[in-house]
């Protein structure tokens, strides 16, 4: 129940605020090139573990943790994303971090580890489109170049001054995972930077 | 911008990343006593070197780990990065840990707690 109110009250406030869809583009462009929107409800764990009980942890979430920083695997929906040498993020369908949380807490390796439940600290958006690419690097410091950041990589890094990660699903689709109370200024910050090439802010899925 | 390569993500920008000021200062442990001098020296008094500094260095907006650095204060020139935890392994960082005031001071010494004896 607590967990709902949470949900409610914190979730997706940056798009609940505003009335969607938005779109912003250029009078000479007819479609929007870039979509926008939220993952609604999208479970995240943050779990330290060293590398000594790493296998163990993959086994448990059934989805490999990544052997190396900046990489991310994907299994069945669920995504482990690499944050560290010591530090992964879980990404679990809706209600899927409860039970998660649960197996890892109630395993004979829970000592060792610490799983903490994010979900309501960091806010899920999922952006596509042809020029999507260039549209991030407006912001973003990394080298977005196809060839350089591909397909299951994932990076931390700041898009303009917002602390987020970043994930590569295709060539031009990405999840920007970014903090809560940061998602207000970055979808501000994106229908700007949007605009000339149009953009599309749509409600969740 | 200096071009910073982190231990775990590779080069980043400056920007990324903060300074954590002096590397290598050992705290006095508590069960050894020293004079109020020798902790003050400890806390308050920082090395202020022009050429080869060790730093300590965090990856802020990537993976917020802390590691070091041994950076020339005139060229801006990384010479070495290690992690916490290590001492520098070039001549120039070795050289630059050996010089400093704080290898000979009190509160290092004091860092050390005694080895225990076999009853």
């Not at chain 2, 050894?32 to 806390?43: P, R, V």
Request: charged letters at 25%.
């Amino acid at each position: 129940m607590a967990e709902n109110i949470s949900r409610a009250a914190f979730g997706s406030a940056a798009f609940e605020k505003r009335r969607l869809p938005i779109i912003k583009k250029p009078e000479n462009i007819e479609v929007a090139q870039i979509e926008l929107s939220e993952i609604l409800h999208l479970g995240k764990l943050n779990i330290r573990c060293n590398s000594i009980y790493r296998d163990k942890v993959s086994k448990l979430i059934q989805c490999d943790l990544p052997l190396e920083p900046n990489y991310m695997s994907n299994k069945a929906g669920r995504f482990a994303i690499s944050l560290g040498p010591d530090e992964y993020l879980i990404l679990a369908e809706p209600g899927g971090e409860n039970q998660l949380e649960k197996i890892l807490n109630s395993s004979n390796i829970a000592k060792h580890i610490s799983v903490v439940n994010v979900s309501d600290a960091f806010c899920a958006i999922l952006l596509s489109g042809k020029k999507v690419r260039e549209f991030l690097s407006k912001g973003c410091p990394i080298d977005l170049d196809p060839n350089s950041f591909q397909e299951n990589q994932s990076v931390q890094c700041d898009i303009a001054l917002a602390n987020v990660i970043l994930l590569c699903l295709e060539e031009n689709e990405f999840i920007c995972i970014c903090r809560t109370s940061f998602a207000n200024y970055l979808l501000d910050w994106c229908c700007d930077a949007g605009q000339e090439f149009g953009i599309l802010v749509t409600k969740g899925i | 911008m200096l071009k910073i390569k982190c231990p775990y993500c590779g080069y980043r920008n400056e920007s990324e990343f903060s300074c954590g000021g002096e590397a290598h200062i050992a705290r006095p442990a508590v069960s050894n006593k020293i004079t109020d001098s020798a902790f003050c020296e400890y806390l308050f008094m920082r090395e202020n070197p022009k050429g080869v500094f060790l730093e300590r260095w965090c990856h802020t907006s990537g993976c917020r780990r802390w590691f070091n650095i041994a950076r020339d204060t005139v060229s801006h020139e990384i010479y070495e990065i290690y992690l916490m935890g290590n001492t520098p392994k070039t001549v120039k960082g070795k050289k630059a840990y050996q010089a400093n005031w704080r290898r000979t001071s009190k509160a290092e010494a004091a860092s050390k707690t005694p080895k225990r004896t076999k009853k």
